[in-house]
């Protein structure tokens, strides 16, 4: 084990796991493990940008009730102050690695989306912010001692006397397995998007983070909460293709395939409503009109705005034999982001001492039930940097906070027979997933979703390759969604039951899973 001894284990190579490794690289040895290329992943596809409050009529406390009302009553208070408070210090240093944010006569550029009450989405390349942090972050890490395995997915991370001491991990290529040893272990393996049909994530995202951290006993929290993005390109043989959030920021509109705009009747912030509201409309409305789509007019925009804001998505349309200048976007909702994850506390601890997590696998308790647009980029920096600060601390704050009275504990259900079961593949699993357990859920839906999935839990063998072990943690993950789903009997944020429609102040409380319960 000696050899393979770092100070830092990262496993995962997007803007959380790149990020740390930077950081820690000033404290010690640092190890990249990520399973792809060193730039698969979900962050190189970010397009609005990254939240910060640096506007004239902006400040952190107005940040701070954006993304508390957006959370719908689950955002936890003293995580979100942290988000808002220590963005502009984190943002420094991506400026300082070299991302290349947009200015305007030498001043960053801010644009609006959804839900914020002012302009404060920072942004790069007009709307391929990702891409250059991403391109930006693996070039200083490439330039620096760290050292990156590609290829390479961590399978089980391991623990002694209650500590972890390292992670296992298959070579795919070689098909080889290696242990590797460390003082700290960080999950930056992002969300869980690949769990449904349609989606917009990369396919590296297959919430291997969260079920290697549940296989070794760590807390789960917010499951339930997954959040689709309104405004997905549905080209037929076109993959899902995000269209921000931005361009309705920008005064794109939503019309029906009859061409009439509807959103004004859903919602008084038409548009600019919150995700959830927005893609729930949009389920409504293609169900009123028995069509699989609706439309995104940026038409009345001056065609240069249009171009040279949105170059990305211009240039990707085009390409595609539609020109959003003179014609509507067929757009329709998909599955995008994971607000429930590895429960940490506000340093990046998970409840395993020496284990760590960050980015869309943790879940910081930020964004509730409910995911304020462009945060998700900033909650990767700032509590990435909180951990390497942790880790560097002589005297060491008492482990997280006492389990707060809002949280619900439980173990994964035991489940009966089911009289038909499918077989178990990735396409089965995405089309239950969006059938039963995705936009618009009930208690029948996702009680035959949880019984078909515990049955294919029970029928899986010990993977042995890559695809094998993502569609095991995606079971997994599954079942934790769909679970959480059923216990919150009530809608709330990106969690919407027909036969609970309402919120109720009962459950205004987190669920959290463990292996064996919760001591
Ligand atoms: C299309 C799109 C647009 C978006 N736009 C925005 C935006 O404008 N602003 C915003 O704030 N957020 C946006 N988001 C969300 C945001 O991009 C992600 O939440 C964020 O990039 C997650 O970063 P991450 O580092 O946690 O994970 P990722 O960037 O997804 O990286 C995960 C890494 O973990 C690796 N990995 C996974 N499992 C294993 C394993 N078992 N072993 C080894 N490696 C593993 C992967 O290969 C990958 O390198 C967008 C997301 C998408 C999909």
Redesign the pocket.
């Given at each position: 084990m000696k050899t393979n001894y770092y100070d830092y284990i990262v496993?995962?190579?997007?803007?959380?796991?790149l990020y740390i490794a930077l950081l820690a690289a000033e404290r010690g040895s640092v190890l990249v493990?990520?399973?792809?290329s060193i730039d698969?992943?979900?962050?190189r596809?970010?397009?609005?940008?990254?939240a910060m409050a640096m506007g004239k009529d902006d400040s952190p406390d107005l940040h701070f009730k954006d993304t508390v009302a957006a959370g719908a009553g689950l955002s936890d208070r003293e995580p979100v102050s942290i988000l808002t408070e220590e963005a502009a210090d984190c943002i420094a240093d991506l400026i300082k690695f070299g991302v290349p944010f947009d200015t305007l006569d030498g001043e960053i550029t801010l644009t609006r989306e959804a839900a914020h009450s002012v302009p404060r989405v920072m942004h790069a390349g007009g709307d391929a912010?990702?891409e250059h942090i991403e391109v930006t972050l693996s070039r200083q890490v490439r330039s620096s001692p760290i050292k990156v395995l590609e290829n390479?997915?961590?399978?089980e991370i391991l623990v002694q006397r209650g500590r972890v001491v390292g992670v296992r991990?298959l070579d795919s290529h070689t098909g080889s397995i290696e242990e590797y040893g460390c003082k700290f272990l960080i999950l930056?393996?992002?969300?869980a998007?690949r769990l449904f049909k349609y989606t917009?994530?990369?396919d590296?995202?297959?919430g291997?983070?969260i079920a290697l951290a549940f296989e070794a006993g760590a807390e789960i929290s917010d499951m339930e909460f997954f959040q689709f993005h309104p405004t997905v390109l549905r080209l037929p043989g076109v993959a899902p293709f995000?269209i921000?959030e931005a361009v309705r920021g920008e005064g794109g509109i939503l019309r029906n395939v009859e061409g009439r705009r509807f959103m004004p009747g859903y919602a008084a912030e038409a548009e600019l409503a919150t995700r959830d509201v927005v893609a729930r409309s949009i389920v409504y409305e293609m169900k009123k009109t028995h069509s699989d789509r609706v439309f995104l007019d940026v038409t009345r925009l001056p065609s240069r705005r249009t171009t040279t804001r949105f170059p990305h998505i211009y240039r990707f349309c085009r390409e595609h034999g539609l020109d959003i200048t003179k014609g509507l976007i067929p757009v329709a909702p998909a599955a995008?982001?994971l607000m429930g994850g590895v429960k940490v506390s506000i340093w990046g601890e998970t409840s395993i001492p020496g284990l760590f997590a960050a980015?869309?696998?943790a879940c910081t308790g930020v964004h509730g039930a409910n995911r304020l647009?462009?945060?998700?980029?900033?909650e990767?920096v700032v509590f990435g940097k909180r951990i390497v600060q942790r880790t560097g601390m002589t005297t060491v704050p008492r482990r997280g906070k006492k389990q707060s009275s809002n949280t619900m504990s439980c173990c994964l259900a035991e489940r009966g027979p089911v009289s038909k079961v499918p077989s178990l593949n990735l396409p089965n699993l995405q089309s239950l997933m969006w059938d039963k357990v995705g936009i618009i859920r009930s208690g029948k839906s996702l009680e035959e979703a949880a019984g078909i999935l515990a049955a294919w839990e029970s029928l899986l063998a010990r993977p042995s390759d890559r695809p094998a072990y993502e569609v095991t943690n995606l079971v997994l993950c599954a079942r934790l969604v769909t679970e959480a789903a059923l216990l919150r009997e009530e809608s709330r944020g990106a969690h919407f039951r027909t036969d609970f429609p309402r919120t109720s102040q009962e459950w205004q409380r987190h669920i959290v899973f463990k292996k064996n319960g919760i001591n």
């Open positions: 496993v995962g190579s997007g803007i959380a796991g493990l990520t399973k792809g698969d992943c979900n962050t596809y970010a397009q609005g940008g990254i912010t990702g390479c997915l961590a399978n991990a930056a393996t992002g969300g998007g917009t994530n990369s590296v995202v297959t291997d983070g995000l921000s995008h982001y980015g869309e696998t647009a462009s945060n998700s980029l900033l990767s």
